[in-house]
């Protein structure tokens, strides 16, 4: 009588017990890695305003002012409409269009700024809004109180 290779593979059973093995470790660990992501996501805006500030003290030094509150950030990809101002732009000032921040929102730009700073800088955090705590938290050079 011949011998029959039994077929190399898998059981369904086997599967199963693999993938509720992946399953309760990745319930261990995604949480963890997950609240990493929200850390890491400050640290980006913190980088972004720093990188934003010193794209406007740059037009600062070079045009002789401040961008207003109307032009907001815009104006350090775009010339300014003043006449005046606009022979004095040498930007663009960012190599690319100003960012986001990292959940999506624009920067916040006001004049002028707490604690003596001219200007104002910041992200609205997580949530959008002013204030919060935590990843919440408004991020960079804030406005006065």
């Known amino acids: 009588m011949p011998h029959r290779r039994r077929s190399a593979g898998f059981t369904l059973l086997e599967m199963l017990v693999v993938l509720v093995i992946i399953g309760l470790i990745a319930s261990l660990v995604g949480p963890r890695l997950f609240s990493r992501v929200d850390s890491s996501k400050v640290q980006v805006a913190e980088t972004q305003v720093r990188m934003l500030r010193g794209a406007v003290?740059?037009?600062?030094?070079?045009?002789?002012?401040?961008?207003?509150?109307?032009?907001?950030?815009?104006?350090?990809?775009?010339?300014?409409?003043?006449?005046?101002?606009?022979?004095?732009?040498?930007?663009?000032?960012?190599?690319?269009?100003?960012p986001a921040d990292p959940w999506g929102n624009p920067y916040q730009y006001s004049i002028p700024g707490r604690d003596g700073m001219?200007?104002?800088?910041?992200?609205?955090?997580?949530?959008?809004?002013?204030?919060g705590e935590g990843n919440d938290a408004d991020v960079g050079f804030l406005p006065p109180q």
């Open 57 to 98: 003290e740059t037009f600062r030094l070079e045009v002789g002012r401040l961008p207003t509150p109307e032009e907001g950030l815009a104006v350090l990809t775009q010339a300014p409409a003043d006449e005046r101002t606009r022979g004095r732009w040498r930007g663009p000032y960012l190599d690319e269009a100003v």
């Open 118 to 131: 001219p200007f104002a800088l910041y992200s609205l955090g997580a949530d959008g809004k002013p204030g």
